[in-house]
């Protein structure tokens, strides 16, 4: 199961129950897996941070992103700030890791 051999994977959220097992299996193929974390000073909605965690890897064959979150507040309670968190964790972080992925692979 080496087929993945050699090749770069980035892996958004990959310390997280599914990202764990994304890594996991990417890594059982043969993948190099490279994990952002806030531990590491990788603040996905930060758009400097993301360029930069981007620029300083080896070419990618992949970048998937797992990382995210949602609010467990029924609809009619949500507040403004609290959708505004959640397209922040879910929608832009995509965006920006999309784009530096992209900018890598070129």
Same mark, same amino acid.
């Given at each position: ?21 994304? +890594?996991? *299996?990417?890594?059982? &193929? $043969? ?10 000073? /990788?603040? #996905? ?17 992949a970048s998937i992103h ?8 029924? +609809?009619? *309670?949500?507040?403004? &700030? $609290? ?10 972080? /995509?965006? #920006? ?9 070129r």
């Open positions: 199961m080496e087929h993945l051999s050699g090749k770069d994977v980035v892996v958004t959220g990959g310390t997280g129950a599914l990202g764990g097992v994304v +890594v996991q *299996r990417l890594e059982q &193929a $043969g993948a190099r897996c490279h994990v952002p974390s806030r531990r590491e000073g /990788v603040d #996905l909605a930060d758009e400097q941070a993301v360029d930069r965690y981007y620029e300083a890897l080896p070419p990618l064959w797992v990382a995210g979150g949602f609010s467990m507040s029924p +609809v009619d *309670r949500e507040s403004r &700030a $609290g959708f505004m968190h959640m397209m922040e964790v879910n929608a832009l972080t /995509v965006l #920006l890791c999309s784009r530096a992925a992209v900018r890598n692979m």
